[in-house]
């Protein structure tokens, strides 16, 4: 929900601005040209570095390299920092060596100080030193003149930095022209002096003192202060990451047009296939290729451009044929610069080599994925907005009377008294406590909305402790910073003082905030933030938070937003229940707080189509949670498009129906009863995968491995999934290729993996592996297939909450390899709580079928926990007939057990094992 | 787990009408009407007589037939449901997946035999306010009804009015010839002073001029209303207007009530009725005369917005009489009294109004312009109460939304009110309206009661 969101006050200025078009208004957002240190820094372009490095500064400690470099032209020099991480990592810190002021350097972010590894010398000379990075024959290169780092591995060069040239530091300076003191008129000649060529040009034509764009002008007190860096990847054709933008999952090259954007947005009806900025911003991206999976992730908070170009993009597949035939090949190569308004160059180096290292990895850095709730894995009724405690009533009623399930009903900024978070209206919701008792009552849970832009109004508690306590963003004249929101003139919190998170965090209180309950959680809306009269929609960059600018920290603010929020869910419980937060803002580290959503999308089939990539992308860089409205917010879905979004959002990982407040009712029931059976098909399929969804979530919190995976983590040498978008991976065992076309026929799903096969989950069919298959589709089909090799717990007794289905038992779906082998586990705790990792109250088990026999086996010896869930009945699909199976329990009873066996199909079903979920057993084929 | 589940079997007290209590035995979640085909000890065949089972695997929670028919005490089965007898009020059938998951359902608490939910037994509470509730809705509906009659009555009444008028009527054709006559010399008296006023003050006269035709058109229209003013009463019923036939407008020889109804509105002085579909209607050709002149007084209602002091609003209504010949008030023209009716209900923000068959709208209690929510469209209702919706659509656009439209619900009531209404959807709305028109013939309250007790 964006500007379409505003007041009536509001009008006049939307149609001034909006025009009434159904289309991002790309005049309100920057190109490259139209961002001065974008457009200063894209003018240099790749030749020989202006730096060197002075090797007689090296210092060599027991965790870092420091080494002093100069730019010839302007004789200022630069801090390297060369660390060697535990991990396989390298990280590269450049700074001014003595900056007139401090540089912003990006706090909160890491989850602690990495820990580091010795490098040691190996060699030094004039030209240069050579480092080890310890095993694997990896080396680090320093080459001197010109400056240059080259990672190395044996005789390959894995990645160089600088190779172009394009490091750029812009040096912090005091203004030369007449609004300098007199004071400064010594200093100015130095100053004049050091100055790059570039810098004869007057201040006010390169924006380094002052930019303005539309109405909007920036003063840049501390001037010009951007930085930029190259890395060059050769062997390297895939890039990926670098999230979020409406675009395929593989990055294009941005020759000739504009850089990716880093700068967090809130983008009304944003376009697909460009590289325009969103509301996220996650600095990270991935490299990969048949050999090797590396990441980068530029540890900057600032605007930021990234430019990606290969060597290979502009060649036919004929002409790489050619060059090839000819031997007149180059190695194909990706070339990526980063562009950072300002801020320091702090790069981590994740030299994999695998997709689950660079994973492990980066998760080693900023966290991993919060483990949330197991309800919130169910499926989201959302609408900007549910109307009233009767609106809630009879939506709820309304699932059950269609005998569809849903866990939480959202309540969008209309729930509120005038838009002032933390209360309600006191007509349409007179009475949240019963409201909120009728939902628990039903094992539901419900999400009320929180945005970070607080009503100034002197009758509002919350804007009157926050003004009191100092606690607003400050403007640069030193007033408290105020911008135009949802509810008229608003405040913005700054979030960045850990004293305000601690204040915001007690608000959630169950004695502070009012009408709140233990089932009500929260999503914070606008925090990129949203300023629909700032410039771009968001904040000043001039704004103050304490002694930074917004310039130098604007992607975190929304980060430290949900940060603050998840923390006062925990608090609020004494620390015991999970948090449940969504937030549309996001930075590196966001996935520690909750999940993600891609924003305003439109209801058309390439915003669902795009959902795929979008979220794909943001798994990659640690943030599993993601989805996107399903149906889409603006604009009304076809009835096809939105079973089709249904279908596909049942096996994203955040599964929530949204709708703009202009659009007509869509609550599922709504578009006959044909439809209904479909999307109630659609929401149950997902329900009964939830233990296979809480297991994938475990694993993301417990090791940083994506939930919902491009094809190429799994097939790392199958250079035909490197680009494979409109079909994902759950986990290893699940592929889904759901039907995003109107009207389609049929699909074309790549099943890889050559020797392996595929079970086809609804009908068992079983398909062998590296083969594209035409899969003829009904309104009905959800294609989705099972690894031949893998099992998978589910619970087929779906109920109208996933609360209500918490003691039932689990159906295993074993499905052999042609090996006749498979493997798979079963995660189970209560659900809701930190006990899982606080007093490792959880089962982990490994389910193994190997020589004719399945058995349970305890993962966590030193866990424990207590289901009454028992197994209800195990398929193994590409089964033989056995003449008997036997079930072995811990006890020594062994009993046969009764089966039913499809030849057509090869699929055996064991009736009622009936053991308990969480013992060990055997089943024994015979 | 499952053991616990295995044959449980219900024993049911059932009083029947000679006394006598008799045990009857069936598994969990069966109906009374399907216990025949769960007999205990003998292999089970699943109802859609797909498979056959032993018995012992009927409710033992697992799932084994296709239809779900063996499990209807447990959850096991995802096409299950589950009979609840719910005594003391109405029995239900849920679905099997709300068995044991901890949430009542059934007001007898039978659906949550194993889930440790605290269930009361609510049937007997919950009978008592379903028989209160439907021996007022009873009430409510016998009353509801006689007025409805009363309704249909009137409108009938009316209908045989005009027949007897007819009749009556074509007797005394030649007097209203003659009464033509005498109107033509009246207005060409009118008239001449009017043409020397015009000669002589052309130009200097501008405003007189139209003070003076005003004046004539005054006149004019006096002069009519005395023609019509059969029992020179100083008001014109619609008997007296039926009772001129040149007016009839579709020439069937009958005017009806709502022909005679005029969208020029009276005021309440001048109850006087006009309509647009005079003019080439009369089926006499001696009353051209009359005609043209009653054509004049519809110029007039049409050039001078207001024409008399009391007020006699023309332009707009004079378009839509037309319009208003269309209305469909019901089989029995129950709903015709409902036609220039508004009806209101004032909430915390907005005052709502209801016209029917023209219009509904919206105004902010506290200042701001009315919204226009919708025009009168159709009746909308489904295909056997066609009669319990009417739709208002084209009602003012939404910014990048659709026009609003409003949905009334009509429901059975004593009076005539409009009772709640709400924005479910951006610019849609729901209005639910009460009236004696759509209340059906009451079954007897015994036959209601009955229906809702199996016991």
Known sequence: MVLARMGPLLVLWLAVFLSGTWAVDRGNFKTCDQCAFCKRQRALKPGQSLYRALLETLELTNTKLTLQLINDNNKVRLLLELYRLQGNMTRVKINELKPLKPRFEVPDVLINDPPTEPLSLLSQDENGVVLSLGADSQRLIVSAKPFRLDIMEGREVLLSLNSRGLLAFEHLRIRKDTQVDPEGAEKKEETDAANEPAEGETAKEDGMWEETFKSHTDNKPNGPSSISLDFSLPGVEHVYGIPEHADSLKLKTTDGGDPYRLFNLDVFQYELFNPMALYGAIPVMLSHSAQRTMGIFWLNAAETWVDISSNTAGKTVLGQMLDYVQGSSETPQTDVRWISESGIIDVFIMLGPTPTDV?????????????????????????????????????????????????????????????????????????????????????????????????????????????????????????????????????????????????????????????????????NDMNEPSVFNGPEVTMHKDALHGTWENRDLHNLYGLYVQMATAEGLIERSGGVERPFVLTRAFFAGSQRYGAVWTGDNTADWDHLKISIPMCLSLGLVGVSFCGADVGGFFKSPSTELLVRWYQTGAYQPFFRAHAHLDTPRREPWLFGPENTALIREAVRQRYALLP??????????????????????????????????????????????????????????????????????????????????????????????????????????????????????????????????????????????????????????????????????????????????????????????????????????????????????????????????????????? | MSCALLLLLMSWALAMRTGAAVEIQRPRGVPLSSEQFYEENKPFTCLDGFSTISFDRVNDDYCDCRDGSDEPGTAACPNGSFHCTNAGFRPAFIPSS???????????????????????????????????????????????????????????????????????????????????????????????????????????????????????????????????????????SVAELQSHLELDPDSDGSLTETET????????????????????????????????????????????????????????????????????????????????????????????????????????????????????????????????????????????????????????????????????????????????????EPASLDEVLQGHTEL
Request: hydrophobic share 30%; glycine share 8%; net charge negative.
């Open chain 2, 98 to 236: 709300r068995i044991n998951d901890g949430i009542c359902d059934c007001c007898d608490t039978t659906d949550e035999y194993n889930s440790g939910a605290t269930c009361q037994n609510t049937c007997r509470e919950m009978g008592r306010k379903e028989r209160e509730s439907l021996q007022i809705m009873a009430e409510i509906t016998k009353e509801g009804f006689m007025l409805k009659q009363q309704l249909i009555h009137e409108a009938k009444r009316g209908q045989e009015d005009k027949q007897g008028k007819l009749t009556e009527l074509q007797g005394s054709k030649k007097d209203l010839e003659e009464k033509v006559e005498a109107l033509r010399t009246v207005k060409e008296t009118a008239e001449d002073p009017e043409k020397e006023a015009k000669e002589r003050h052309l130009k200097a006269w501008g405003e007189q001029k139209e003070l003076i035709r005003m004046e004539k058109d005054k006149t004019r229209m006096a002069e009519a209303f005395l023609e019509l003013d059969d029992d020179a009463d100083g008001y014109v």
């Open chain 2, 261 to 440: 109804q005029v969208r020029c509105l009276p005021s309440q002085e001048n109850n006087f009725y006009h309509t647009s579909k005079l003019q080439g209607c009369s089926p006499f050709g001696e009353i051209r005369r009359f005609e043209s002149k009653i054509g004049d007084l519809h110029d007039s209602c049409r050039s001078n917005e207001k024409v008399w002091a009391g007020g006699l609003w023309m332009t707009t209504g004079c378009m839509n009489l037309e319009k208003e010949i269309g209305f469909d008030f019901g089989p029995s023209a129950e709903f015709a009294y409902l036609y220039s009716q508004c009806y209101e209900l004032s909430t915390s923000e907005y005052i709502y109004r209801l016209c029917p068959f023209n219009r509904v709208s919206q105004k902010p209690k506290f200042g701001g312009s009315e919204t226009n929510l919708g025009l009168w469209g159709q009746w909308a209702g489904p295909e056997d109460s066609l009669y319990s919706v009417m739709k208002y659509d084209h009602g003012q656009g939404c910014w990048q939304g659709p026009n609003r439209s409003t949905t009334v619900k009509l429901t059975c009531g004593k009076e005539t009110v409009v009772t709640s209404t709400s924005e479910p959807s951006r610019c849609e709305y729901l209005m639910e309206f009460t009236t004696p028109a759509v209340c059906q």
């Open chain 1, 692 to 926: 296979y969804w809480y297991q994938l979530f475990y694993h993301a919190h417990h090791s940083g491995q994506p939930v919902m995976r491009p094809l190429w983590v799994e097939y790392t040498q199958d250079t035909a999934t490197f680009s494979v978008d409109d079909q994902f991976l759950l986990g290893r065992d699940l592929l889904v290729h759901p039907v995003t076309e109107e009207g389609a026929k049929g699909v074309t799903a790549y099943l890889p993996g050559k020797g392996e096969v595929w079970f086809d989950v609804h009908t068992f069919q079983k398909h062998n592996g590296a083969q594209n298959l035409y899969i003829p589709v009904t309104i009905s089909s959800i294609p989705v297939f099972q690894r031949g090799g893998s099992i998978i717990p589910r619970k087929a007794r779906v109920r109208r909450s996933s609360s209500c289905m918490e003691h039932d038992p689990y159906t295993l779906f074993v499905a052999l390899s042609p090996k006749r082998f498979a493997q798979g586990e079963l995660y189970i705790d209560d659900g809701h709580t930190f006990n899982f990792d606080k007093q490792k109250q959880f089962i982990h088990r490994r389910l193994s079928f190997a020589n004719n026999a399945l058995s349970s086996r305890n993962l966590a010896p030193g866990s424990q926990f207590i289901t009454p869930s028992w197994i209800e009945k195990i398929v193994i699909l590409g089964a033989s007939k056995p003449s008997k199976a036997t079930l072995k329990t811990p006890d020594g009873k062994e009993s046969l057990l009764e089966f039913e066996f499809d030849a057509s199909m090869s699929v055996l079903t064991l009736r009622k094992p009936g053991v308990n979920a969480g013992v060990d057993w055997t089943v024994v084929l015979q």
């Open chain 1, 359 to 523: 994973f492990s990895q980066y998760a080693s850095l900023t966290g991993t994925q919060a483990f949330p709730p197991l309800s919130a894995l169910a499926y989201h009724q959302c609408r900007w907005n549910y109307n009233d405690q009767e609106d809630v009533a009879a939506v709820d009623q309304g699932f059950d009377e269609h005998d569809i399930p849903y866990d939480f009903i959202w309540l969008d900024i209309e729930h509120t008294d005038g838009k002032r978070y933390f209360t309600w209206d006191p007509h349409k919701f007179p009475q949240p406590k019963d409201m909120l008792q009728g939902l628990i009552d039903k094992r539901r849970k419900m999400v009320a909305i929180v945005d970070p832009h607080i009503k100034v109004d002197s009758s509002y508690k919350i804007h009157n402790e926050i003004r009191s306590k100092g606690f607003y963003v400050k403007n640069k004249d030193g007033g408290d910073y105020e911008g135009w929101c949802w509810p008229g003139n608003s405040g913005y919190p700054d979030f960045t003082n850990p004293e305000m998170r601690a204040w915001w965090a007690s608000m959630f209180a169950y004695d502070q905030y009012e009408g709140s309950m233990e089932n009500m959680y929260t999503w």
